[in-house]
């Protein structure tokens, strides 16, 4: 062995254990982010496992996308989980007995044959396919892929924008803490102090038997997300009929709108469809998100609770992810930058990865869960948007901190900040797929 060798000896290695997650965690439609802890589809997880899965086999990729959406609801929301009727019940909470969509979803356009949740999480499914499709466009159209997705995707979008623009400031709103997929932020501890929790005994956290109760939201916080989960089901998951005390414009969540909309542009044109929409749609959210997100004395955008009509001045990695969003003010971009590698954030001053929290927030834990850890769906797209805006030696030292972190880590659900030390599940899927999509 040579020394110059044996870094590429090391990048075979992780390649081929981050393959090794991604096929056993494959179930011949698609892929669980952990078969322990989460042993259904999730909806953004999937999106994440497409972009590395492409990199393995294009066409197990399409086929996660076309599983996930094979499940939307006739209003066009793609559900967060996806249930395998083969998985007991028991295995997760909520199972499909508490969420009931084929039944309690009906009048809302919940398929009848399949079960799933009734909320939903990130909007990356649109970048996730144009990503897939780039990777081998011959199989893509020979399957049809994009003709299948576009309308699917188009759909989706529009239940966000027509059933969750709750202010009329042309922004999506997150009705549950599990939609923006950053279930216990402390930027949700305000508005969900309005929320009165069910009772512990009415459910049983079936995570606490595979993870560790210091890792993961509080049973404070799991009788909110029950309650509130249980009162849209209860009002048939209609948005207009249910009162939607927590509700929430979250910057990440919009910037993916934002960077999805942008990829359905160019999915439009691979599919002969006029793409100025999306476009114009795109223009119109940037906009919006800027015009009412942005908090320049912060250096970052910063979530809106929508209910108490107040700026939420946690400082959460969600306020980071606009970066992923292509026609940025120059001012906003160079904030941004600033804010990355800045007291709050630390990016290459003693943090290994971005955490989800403020370095110096009142609520800093680098252990639990959404409350600093670093996560790697993340940090790809981090990585993302700092080469998008020029930022390459950033983008380089981030690409290296995150294969180091997720080889480390046996490819951990999340990891501390500070040291890399791996947290939540291992052989974690969107772990993997970042890592081979980074690798490639
Ligand atoms: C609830 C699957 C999901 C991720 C989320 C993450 C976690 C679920 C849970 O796991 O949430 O959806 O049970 O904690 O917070 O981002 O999609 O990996």
Excluded at 275 to 295: C, G, K
Aim: glycine share 8%; hydrophobic share 40%.
């Amino acid at each position: 062995t040579t020394l110059t060798d044996r870094p590429a000896r090391a990048r075979e290695r992780l390649r081929r254990d981050a393959a090794r997650v991604l096929l056993t965690n494959w179930t011949g439609t698609s892929t669980v982010p952990s078969h322990t802890l989460y042993p259904h589809q999730w909806s953004w997880d999937s999106a994440f496992i497409a972009i590395g899965l492409r990199h393995l086999s294009p066409r197990r990729a399409q086929r996660e996308l076309e599983s996930l959406v094979g499940a939307q609801w006739a209003d066009g929301r793609i559900p967060h989980i996806v249930f395998s009727p083969r998985v007991p019940l028991d295995a997760y909470f909520p199972s499909p007995d508490f969420w009931r969509s084929s039944t309690a979803g009906r009048a809302a356009g919940a398929p009848a044959g399949t079960e799933t949740s009734g909320i939903v999480q990130p909007p990356v499914h649109a970048l996730a396919a144009a990503l897939v499709h780039e990777r081998d466009p011959a199989t893509s159209r020979r399957r049809g892929f994009l003709e299948r997705l576009y309308p699917r995707l188009a759909a989706w979008h529009d239940y966000l924008l027509r059933d969750r623009d709750f202010t009329g400031h042309g922004l999506a709103s997150v009705v549950h803490p599990w939609e923006p997929g950053m279930d216990n932020s402390p930027c949700w501890d305000g508005p969900l102090r309005r929320i009165t929790p069910a009772p512990p005994e009415s459910f049983r956290r079936v995570d606490l038997t595979h993870g560790d109760a210091a890792a993961r939201p509080t049973d404070l916080d799991y009788g909110r997300y029950v309650r509130l989960a249980a009162d849209y089901r209860d009002h048939g998951y209609r948005d207009a009929g249910t009162p939607h005390p927590f509700a929430v414009e979250d910057p990440g969540f919009n910037a993916l709108l934002i960077a999805s909309e942008h990829a359905l542009a160019g999915i439009a044109e691979q599919v002969g469809r006029d793409p100025r929409p999306h476009r114009e749609r795109a223009e119109a959210l940037t906009d919006a998100l800027v015009r009412h997100l942005w908090q320049p004395k912060a250096g970052m955008f910063l979530c809106r609770d929508v209910r108490g009509d107040s700026v939420i001045e946690d400082r959460s990695v969600t306020g980071l992810l606009p970066l992923v969003v292509p026609s940025l003010p120059g001012h906003v971009v160079d904030a941004l930058l600033g804010t990355v590698t800045g007291e709050h954030f630390g990016l290459g001053t003693g943090t290994r990865l971005v955490a989800s929290y403020d370095l110096r927030g009142p609520a800093f834990d680098p252990a639990r869960y959404w409350r600093g850890p670093a996560w790697f769906n993340i940090n790809w797209l981090l990585e993302r948007g700092l080469r998008l805006h020029g930022a390459a030696s950033e983008a380089d030292a981030l690409r290296r901190a995150v294969l180091d972190a997720a080889g480390g880590s046996r490819f951990a659900e999340y990891v501390d900040p500070y040291t890399g030390e791996g947290h939540g599940a291992n052989r974690f899927s969107w772990t993997a797929a970042v890592a081979l999509d980074l690798l490639a």
